[in-house]
């Protein structure tokens, strides 16, 4: 089981990034789906949530409005799309599968996480 997230880079503020979480092994059509993210000497927080039909949704305070979670469950795949970026978006991305169906903002209600993708937003 294996989730693969994708899509960071270095951008400039202001700018666009679309992030991409792949997911092999099993299917993951049944759980919540969350993006989460460590930026530098700061903790783990989380960052996005959706629930496994794609109809619930949850973002941090700091995102709102700027950042949209869509998931394909056809394609087992989860999407992060940020716009307006900021140089305190920058992190490592992290996309996650819940124990649950609905959307959860706690790291510990997810069993599964992939390896980052690191975002960097500056001039």
């Known amino acids: 089981v294996q989730l693969q997230a994708s899509g960071g880079g270095l951008v400039q503020p202001g700018g666009s990034l679309r992030l991409s979480c792949a997911a092999s092994?099993?299917?993951?059509?049944?759980?919540?789906m969350g993006w989460f993210r460590q930026g530098p000497e700061k903790e783990r927080e989380f960052v996005a949530g959706?629930?496994?039909?794609?109809?619930?949704?949850n973002y941090a305070v700091s995102v709102k409005g700027r950042f949209t979670i869509s998931r394909d469950n056809a394609e087992n795949m989860l999407y992060l799309q940020m716009t307006s970026l900021k140089p305190e978006d920058t992190a490592v991305y992290y996309c996650?599968?819940?124990?649950?169906?609905?959307?959860?903002?706690?790291?510990?209600?997810?069993?599964?996480w992939g390896h980052g993708t690191l975002v960097t937003v500056s001039s």
């Open positions: 959706v629930n496994w039909r794609g109809g619930d949704k």
């Open positions: 092994g099993r299917t993951f059509s049944n759980n919540g």
């Open positions: 996650a599968a819940a124990r649950r169906a609905q959307m959860v903002t706690s790291a510990r209600e997810y069993s599964y």
